[in-house]
């Protein structure tokens, strides 16, 4: 008996050290870059996830790049963890933080919004509203200052960029295919908000088509069946996408049975990255 409770004291004072001494969980094989933009002085992290067997070898990898970096790099860091190698290419990863020093409401908002509308009521709030419609100079900054910073730093395959986006991500996915197309090669665009200052991106994409006729991307949009209008919202802009027969645009979507605005975007991301960077069978 003595040595039993010699023992389950040694334990417990154990476990106590280590409670006491212990450290923030990081996940493996990250790190984060700063950087400021030289347009709009406002900085942002870089959050970076590398493959596993990325310093062993010299060849290039997908590009995956994410925004809403407070759940998506988590979430897709784990899903890679799982599929690399096994149902998708292993891919370096790239979280675009909230600006630094402000409300990730107030940042996303003013980022990731195509339109100035101080009175939309289905955003954050009529606060965070009055920043709004600053997606021109968020894309801006993406295609000058992360992306040549990123093909720099590290072996990025240039056919091979994948745009992430979820809610607001996804209306800003959408603007930056009806804008500059080519900056991105797949657009895995979830749950987008296509409701914003009454359908902004409907009337967007018309005035692009008025003097485009091509449009190279593979764009998969997905929706929870449970997001109400949203789905139709969705759906009706992949319609519209396809009336105008654009050259090298292909768009498929898919309507997630029983999923919400906030379950979808595992899954979401799970299907989508099968369809961008499937593994590649040996010899092909």
């Known amino acids: 008996m003595f040595f039993k409770l010699v023992f389950v004291a040694v334990v417990f004072f154990s476990a106590s050290i280590s409670a006491e001494e212990s450290t923030e969980f990081k996940i493996r094989n990250t790190h984060t870059l700063q950087l400021k933009s030289e347009v ?58 909230y600006s630094k020093g402000h409300n990730p409401l107030l940042s996303r908002t003013r980022d990731y919004t195509p339109t100035y509308a101080p009175n939309e009521k289905r955003g954050h709030s009529l606060e965070v509203q009055k920043y709004s419609g600053k997606a021109s100079q968020y894309i801006n900054f993406i295609a000058d200052e992360v992306l040549p910073l990123i093909s720099q730093t590290y072996r990025v395959r240039e056919d091979k960029k994948v745009f992430v986006g979820h809610s607001y991500g996804g209306l ?45 991307a593979k764009v998969f949009m997905y929706i929870g069946s449970q997001e109400g209008s949203m789905v139709e919202e969705m759906l009706a802009f992949e319609n519209q996408l ?43």
């Open 40 to 97: 709009s002085g406002l900085e942002y992290e870089l959050y970076v996830r590398l493959p596993n067997d990325y310093s062993e070898n010299t060849k290039k990898y997908p590009l995956v790049l994410l925004n809403d970096t407070g759940y998506s790099v988590a979430v897709a860091s784990g899903i890679v963890h799982l599929m690399a190698g096994r149902d998708i290419e292993d891919v370096i990863i790239i979280g675009i933080s």
């Open 172 to 216: 800003l996915g959408a603007n930056i295919l009806i804008t500059n197309p080519e900056l991105f090669d797949y657009y895995i665009l979830g749950s987008p908000s296509f409701w914003y200052d009454k359908k902004a991106m409907f009337r967007l994409e018309s005035d692009y088509a008025k003097s485009n006729k091509s449009m190279k």
């Open 242 to 284: 396809k009336s105008r027969d654009y050259q090298g645009l292909i768009v498929r979507s898919k309507v997630l049975s029983g999923l919400t605005h906030h379950s979808a975007f595992a899954v979401l991301l799970t299907d989508g990255l099968q369809q961008a960077v499937p593994r590649q069978s040996k010899g092909s």
